[in-house]
């Protein structure tokens, strides 16, 4: 999640939000040879290649696809096989499926994905509502728990996390190069997003954070939903904020302060200097981290 419009949605302002609209230049990072990593699309977008084949992890939004499938196209322009995994089912990740199918993507995901790609989501802490994706861009192999596919010699481990930033989340491991796509389970620069309209919640998102240490070893290099690539010290310093966030909302929810209550009181207002630089600022992200008490 990082934006505000897009196709297919109807948006108001993000109160207290300052919504990145994902206008700028589209980066890549070349990892290897053979994996490139665009960010500004969205949410970052994974691609591996060879002479015929593609897997691509993520989609961005909408309006950035043409110019998208046009970076991602040039990578192995005689491909004839092409994947796309979805990590979860927010916008920004899922956006240009319908844009991919058309270029001959098949479509992977969770089958909560696919679910939620079906319904009209109503994201009150953002202002907005999320229409159903065409069922055509929803996708098309949907998975429970694991599926692995294969870039490929390398097997590409894809595994369902429990419900926490939303209840459709998946990871993508690429095993051999030890390379972790987290999806939005972990961001780097900024608060998390808890997308409590689809499950997500602050418990959820410290039981997901620490789990990602299972993915991997301490070598892991990690590709965040948002931000820039790095290695395992992201989650830890995640892990930090969240149970910073965690220590001082809960003795407010022992005190069965309501959410107006604790929003008045600004209690996370302080982090922002740090951690409100990118799409979300305390007052949004308070509101996301003590929904979980007053369900
Ligand atoms: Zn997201």
Redesign the pocket.
């Known amino acids: 999640?990082g934006l505000a419009t897009g196709v297919g949605m109807s948006a108001e302002p993000a109160p207290a939000s300052k919504p990145v609209m994902f206008s700028g230049k589209i980066e890549s990072v070349r990892m290897a040879d053979d994996l490139v990593v665009f960010a500004g699309a969205g949410?970052n977008v994974a691609v591996w290649f060879d002479a015929g084949r593609m897997l691509m992890i993520d989609a961005g939004i909408p309006h950035r696809s043409a110019e998208l499938i046009g970076l991602v196209t040039k990578l192995a322009p005689d491909a004839k096989s092409k994947t796309l995994f979805n990590t979860?089912w927010?916008f920004?990740?899922t956006g240009g499926n319908a844009a991919f199918v058309a270029a001959g993507f098949t479509t992977v995901g969770t089958a909560a994905c696919r679910q939620r790609l079906g319904e009209t989501i109503n994201l009150a802490d953002l202002g907005m509502t999320v229409e159903p994706t065409p069922e055509t861009a929803r996708p098309v192999v949907a998975f429970e728990e694991k599926l692995t596919l294969f870039a490929g010699a390398e097997p590409v481990r894809l595994i369902k996390f429990p419900a926490s930033?939303?209840d459709t989340d998946a990871v993508a491991y690429f095993e051999k190069r030890n390379l972790l796509h987290t999806?939005?389970l972990l961001v780097s620069g900024g608060y998390p997003?808890i997308?409590r309209a689809t499950g997500g919640s602050l418990d959820g998102m410290i039981a997901a954070t620490k789990l990602l240490r299972t993915v991997g070893d301490e070598k892991t290099t990690i590709i965040p939903?948002h931000g820039p690539v790095g290695d395992r010290a992201m989650i830890q310093t995640q892990l930090d904020l969240l149970n910073l966030v965690r220590d001082r909302l809960a003795p407010l929810a022992e005190k069965k302060m309501t959410l107006d209550e604790v929003s008045k009181l600004a209690p996370l207002a302080d982090l922002d200097d740090k951690w409100g630089r990118g799409f979300l600022r305390s007052p949004v992200f308070t509101r996301m981290a003590y929904g979980q008490w007053v369900k």
């Open positions: 999640m949410g979860h927010h920004d990740h930033h939303t999806g939005d997003v997308d939903g």
